[in-house]
């Protein structure tokens, strides 16, 4: 079992930053790809970036690709997504998760997930 919890969402106004972060706890979390999705209000949930156990190639979304940044610390079992230039259109529930796949854009690739945080961004 690993045990994931988010942190890190809030208020903000449009071009601020933000970063989230998640710790893992249970199994190893260097052996995970980690993954961070997101779920707008009456929307599914969609995949955001994702980084591979070495941390080597960070992936993301077209629409975060420029202004995100993932990146983990293995030592203190946390991944992290840094935020910038926030938009109103980034507005959602944060979800990180946790797979064994090496590349990893779908849900269904991930085994465990967290249990979110909100990110508001003001227009």
């Known amino acids: 079992q690993v045990q994931l919890v988010e942190s890190g969402g809030g208020l903000v106004q449009a071009g601020d930053s933000l970063r989230l972060s998640c710790v893992a706890s249970?199994?190893?979390?260097?052996?995970?790809?980690m993954g961070w999705f997101r779920q707008a209000p009456g929307r599914a949930r969609e995949f955001v970036a994702f980084?591979?156990?070495?941390?080597?190639?960070?992936t993301y979304a077209d629409s975060v690709k420029g202004r995100f940044t993932i990146s983990r610390d293995n030592a203190k079992n946390t991944v992290y997504l840094q935020m910038y230039s926030l938009k109103a259109e980034d507005t959602a529930v944060y979800y990180c998760?946790?797979?064994?796949?090496?590349?990893?854009?779908?849900?269904?690739?991930?085994?465990?997930w967290g249990q979110g945080t909100q990110v508001t961004v003001s227009s």
């Open positions: 249970g199994r190893t979390f260097s052996s995970f790809t």
């Open positions: 980084i591979s156990w070495s941390g080597g190639t960070p």
């Open positions: 998760a946790a797979g064994t796949s090496v590349v990893a854009t779908t849900e269904r690739l991930y085994r465990y």
